[in-house]
Protein backbone atom coordinates (compact mmCIF):
# COMPACT_ATOMS: atom_id res chain seq x y z
CA UNK A 1 0.00 0.00 0.00
CA UNK A 2 2.75 2.26 0.96
CA UNK A 3 4.40 2.12 -2.46
CA UNK A 4 1.30 2.77 -3.96
CA UNK A 5 0.86 5.51 -2.50
CA UNK A 6 4.37 6.69 -2.91
CA UNK A 7 3.75 5.76 -7.26
CA UNK A 8 0.63 8.04 -7.19
CA UNK A 9 2.79 10.77 -5.48
CA UNK A 10 5.54 10.05 -8.43
CA UNK A 11 2.68 10.08 -11.09
CA UNK A 12 1.43 13.32 -9.96
CA UNK A 13 4.68 15.18 -10.70
CA UNK A 14 3.93 14.20 -14.36
CA UNK A 15 0.67 16.05 -14.77
CA UNK A 16 0.50 18.75 -16.76
CA UNK A 17 -2.14 21.33 -16.52
CA UNK A 18 -2.03 24.79 -18.43
CA UNK A 19 -0.05 26.45 -16.49
CA UNK A 20 3.32 28.00 -17.69
CA UNK A 21 6.79 26.98 -16.62
CA UNK A 22 8.19 27.80 -13.69
CA UNK A 23 11.52 28.68 -13.82
CA UNK A 24 14.07 26.53 -11.43
CA UNK A 25 15.56 29.05 -8.79
CA UNK A 26 14.12 32.30 -9.71
CA UNK A 27 11.05 33.63 -7.79
CA UNK A 28 7.78 32.72 -9.33
CA UNK A 29 4.78 34.88 -7.70
CA UNK A 30 1.84 32.40 -9.45
CA UNK A 31 3.36 29.60 -7.78
CA UNK A 32 3.77 31.72 -4.45
CA UNK A 33 0.69 32.93 -4.66
CA UNK A 34 -0.81 29.24 -5.08
CA UNK A 35 1.11 27.76 -2.05
CA UNK A 36 -0.70 30.81 0.24
CA UNK A 37 -3.64 29.75 -0.89
CA UNK A 38 -2.97 26.17 0.02
CA UNK A 39 -1.91 26.93 3.28
CA UNK A 40 -4.94 28.00 4.13
CA UNK A 41 -7.53 25.65 1.94
CA UNK A 42 -10.45 24.64 4.53
CA UNK A 43 -10.68 20.94 3.37
CA UNK A 44 -9.14 18.86 0.93
CA UNK A 45 -12.08 19.70 -1.46
CA UNK A 46 -10.82 23.36 -1.82
CA UNK A 47 -7.52 22.29 -1.72
CA UNK A 48 -7.18 19.90 -4.62
CA UNK A 49 -7.24 22.50 -7.63
CA UNK A 50 -4.77 24.14 -5.75
CA UNK A 51 -2.24 21.17 -5.83
CA UNK A 52 -2.66 20.02 -9.16
CA UNK A 53 -1.65 23.71 -10.59
CA UNK A 54 1.25 23.43 -8.36
CA UNK A 55 2.04 19.94 -9.92
CA UNK A 56 1.87 21.40 -13.28
CA UNK A 57 4.08 24.32 -12.46
CA UNK A 58 6.59 21.71 -11.05
CA UNK A 59 6.22 19.12 -13.79
CA UNK A 60 7.30 21.96 -16.51
CA UNK A 61 11.19 22.45 -16.32
CA UNK A 62 10.71 25.50 -18.75
CA UNK A 63 13.35 23.31 -21.19
CA UNK A 64 11.24 20.88 -23.66
CA UNK A 65 14.66 18.66 -23.53
CA UNK A 66 14.79 18.29 -19.88
CA UNK A 67 11.06 17.58 -20.02
CA UNK A 68 11.57 15.08 -22.79
CA UNK A 69 14.37 13.77 -20.86
CA UNK A 70 11.91 13.16 -17.98
CA UNK A 71 9.72 11.65 -19.99
CA UNK A 72 12.13 8.96 -21.26
CA UNK A 73 13.37 8.56 -17.50
CA UNK A 74 9.19 7.27 -16.70
CA UNK A 75 9.20 4.89 -19.24
CA UNK A 76 12.39 3.60 -18.67
CA UNK A 77 11.50 3.12 -15.25
CA UNK A 78 8.02 1.70 -16.33
CA UNK A 79 9.83 -0.79 -18.26
CA UNK A 80 11.74 -2.11 -15.30
CA UNK A 81 15.33 -0.07 -16.56
CA UNK A 82 16.37 1.58 -13.39
CA UNK A 83 19.91 2.31 -15.10
CA UNK A 84 18.35 3.93 -18.29
CA UNK A 85 16.17 5.65 -16.40
CA UNK A 86 19.20 7.23 -14.05
CA UNK A 87 20.88 8.18 -17.02
CA UNK A 88 17.92 9.95 -18.40
CA UNK A 89 17.87 11.96 -14.83
CA UNK A 90 21.67 12.45 -14.86
CA UNK A 91 21.55 14.22 -18.24
CA UNK A 92 18.22 16.09 -17.35
CA UNK A 93 20.07 17.30 -13.92
CA UNK A 94 23.03 18.29 -15.88
CA UNK A 95 21.00 20.59 -17.96
CA UNK A 96 18.54 21.90 -15.26
CA UNK A 97 20.82 21.51 -12.31
CA UNK A 98 18.26 23.73 -10.44
CA UNK A 99 15.11 22.06 -11.30
CA UNK A 100 13.68 20.20 -8.25
CA UNK A 101 11.67 17.56 -10.30
CA UNK A 102 14.47 15.95 -11.65
CA UNK A 103 15.36 15.24 -8.19
CA UNK A 104 12.26 14.26 -7.07
CA UNK A 105 11.64 11.62 -9.70
CA UNK A 106 15.35 10.12 -8.75
CA UNK A 107 13.96 9.73 -5.27
CA UNK A 108 11.06 7.96 -6.81
CA UNK A 109 13.54 5.81 -8.95
CA UNK A 110 15.59 4.78 -5.78
CA UNK A 111 13.04 4.03 -3.83
CA UNK A 112 11.75 1.14 -6.22
CA UNK A 113 14.31 -0.33 -6.61
CA UNK A 114 14.64 0.03 -2.57
CA UNK A 115 17.40 2.42 -2.29
CA UNK A 116 16.56 4.10 0.96
CA UNK A 117 19.84 6.03 1.76
CA UNK A 118 19.70 7.31 -2.27
CA UNK A 119 15.78 8.33 -2.00
CA UNK A 120 16.91 10.25 1.02
CA UNK A 121 19.65 11.80 -0.54
CA UNK A 122 17.78 12.68 -3.52
CA UNK A 123 14.60 13.64 -1.58
CA UNK A 124 17.42 16.18 0.11
CA UNK A 125 18.39 17.93 -3.37
CA UNK A 126 14.97 17.81 -3.90
CA UNK A 127 13.97 20.39 -0.89
CA UNK A 128 17.25 22.11 -1.41
CA UNK A 129 15.56 23.48 -4.72
CA UNK A 130 11.89 23.38 -3.72
CA UNK A 131 12.02 23.53 0.57
CA UNK A 132 7.74 23.76 -0.37
CA UNK A 133 7.92 20.22 -1.98
CA UNK A 134 5.14 18.63 0.42
CA UNK A 135 5.15 15.27 -1.42
CA UNK A 136 8.79 15.26 -1.21
CA UNK A 137 8.73 15.90 2.83
CA UNK A 138 5.68 13.23 3.02
CA UNK A 139 7.61 10.72 0.74
CA UNK A 140 10.86 11.12 3.41
CA UNK A 141 8.27 10.49 6.21
CA UNK A 142 7.19 7.23 4.52
CA UNK A 143 10.69 5.60 3.80
CA UNK A 144 11.64 7.26 7.97
CA UNK A 145 8.54 4.84 8.61
CA UNK A 146 10.05 1.66 7.01
CA UNK A 147 13.40 2.11 8.32
CA UNK A 148 11.90 2.14 11.66
CA UNK A 149 12.46 5.86 12.49
CA UNK A 150 9.22 6.73 13.82
CA UNK A 151 9.84 10.16 15.09
CA UNK A 152 12.06 10.99 12.16
CA UNK A 153 8.94 9.75 9.86
CA UNK A 154 6.63 11.76 12.10
CA UNK A 155 8.50 15.01 11.76
CA UNK A 156 8.29 14.81 7.83
CA UNK A 157 4.60 14.05 8.00
CA UNK A 158 4.11 17.17 10.09
CA UNK A 159 6.56 19.39 8.11
CA UNK A 160 4.35 18.13 4.92
CA UNK A 161 1.42 19.34 6.89
CA UNK A 162 2.55 22.96 7.18
CA UNK A 163 2.77 23.55 3.74
CA UNK A 164 -0.20 21.64 2.49
CA UNK A 165 -2.75 20.83 5.44
CA UNK A 166 -4.89 18.67 3.32
CA UNK A 167 -2.29 16.47 2.15
CA UNK A 168 -3.66 13.16 2.42
CA UNK A 169 -1.12 10.88 2.39
CA UNK A 170 0.59 12.95 5.53
CA UNK A 171 -2.88 13.13 7.01
CA UNK A 172 -2.87 9.21 7.34
CA UNK A 173 0.55 9.45 8.26
CA UNK A 174 0.21 11.85 11.30
CA UNK A 175 -2.69 9.43 12.48
CA UNK A 176 -0.99 6.36 11.86
CA UNK A 177 2.42 7.30 13.95
CA UNK A 178 1.12 9.62 16.50
CA UNK A 179 -0.36 7.18 19.27
CA UNK A 180 2.74 4.88 18.79
CA UNK A 181 5.32 8.27 19.19
CA UNK A 182 4.04 10.51 21.72
CA UNK A 183 4.36 9.92 25.06
CA UNK A 184 8.36 8.37 23.92
CA UNK A 185 11.39 10.41 23.85
CA UNK A 186 9.36 13.53 25.24
Known sequence: MRRFVFALAAAFTLVACNAGPSAPGRADPELDALFDQLAQAEDAGSAQALERAIWGRW????SPTVNILLERATAAEDAGDAELAE???DQASDLAPDYAETWNRRANLYYSIDDY????AAIQ??????PRHFAALAALG???EELGQQRAALEAFRAALVIHPNYETALQGVRRLEP???GRDA
Open 59 to 62: ADSG
Open 117 to 120: PGAI
Open 142 to 144: MIY
Open 125 to 130: ETLKRE
Open 180 to 182: RVD
Open 87 to 89: RFL
